[in-house]
């Protein structure tokens, strides 16, 4: 039974792959009532957005930091509204912030979604532990997604 609920779910992670993409298509294709939110995914203006905006700093340190607390403006406001919060992991750069957010959630009691290849199980088993599933694949957190909202467990029929 679908819910007539509209899901908020919030996508957090790696910027350098389509996976955000994948996952608003299928789900939209399977017609599940989701709005999606995301951090800025424009690297270097979410790098450089407190010094663009605030002014420029002469050490590193304060220039990261007025960007890191912009940012934190809409992701922790996002997150603290998200139904479901998913987190990717990607292989080629290490994601802290990725992880602050599974944290932040955690600490919000939110449900979370971590998304990773084997590769980096072992970097990320404190996360993997906060997690209610660990996915492979885009199309698995789309399972999980149809499943938790709808109830409908893709590729099974009745018996």
Same mark, same amino acid.
């Given at each position: 039974?679908?819910?007539?609920?509209?899901?908020?779910?919030?996508?957090?992670?790696?910027?350098?792959?389509?996976?955000?993409?994948?996952?608003?298509?299928?789900?939209?294709h399977?017609?599940?009532?989701?709005?999606?939110?995301?951090?800025?995914?424009?690297h270097?203006?979410?790098d450089?957005?407190?010094?663009?905006?605030?002014?420029?700093?002469?050490?590193?340190?304060?220039?990261?930091?007025?960007?890191a607390? @912009?940012? *934190?403006?809409?992701?922790?406001?996002?997150?603290?509204? =998200?139904? #479901? $919060?998913?987190?990717?992991?990607?292989?080629?750069?290490?994601?802290?912030?990725?992880?602050f957010?599974?944290?932040?959630a955690?600490?919000?009691?939110?449900?979370?979604i971590?998304?990773?290849?084997?590769?980096?199980?072992h970097?990320?088993?404190? @996360?993997? *532990?906060?997690?209610?599933?660990?996915?492979?694949?885009? =199309?698995? #957190? $789309?399972d999980?997604?149809?499943?938790?909202?709808?109830?409908?467990?893709?590729?099974?029929?009745?018996?």
């Amino acid at each position: 039974m679908t819910s007539e609920r509209i899901w908020t779910v919030y996508l957090s992670g790696e910027i350098h792959t389509n996976w955000r993409v994948e996952i608003m298509d299928a789900a939209k294709h399977r017609g599940l009532p989701i709005r999606f939110s995301a951090p800025v995914t424009d690297h270097p203006a979410s790098d450089d957005c407190g010094v663009a905006i605030l002014g420029a700093e002469e050490n590193k340190f304060w220039h990261d930091r007025k960007g890191a607390q @912009v940012n *934190a403006i809409r992701t922790q406001t996002l997150i603290k509204d =998200a139904d #479901i $919060v998913v987190v990717r992991f990607g292989d080629k750069y290490k994601q802290w912030n990725a992880a602050f957010d599974a944290g932040y959630a955690a600490a919000l009691g939110k449900p979370i979604i971590v998304n990773h290849d084997d590769s980096i199980v072992h970097p990320l088993k404190e @996360v993997d *532990a906060a997690a209610m599933a660990v996915a492979e694949t885009p =199309a698995q #957190i $789309v399972d999980i997604l149809d499943y938790a909202i709808t109830g409908r467990l893709a590729g099974y029929t009745d018996r």
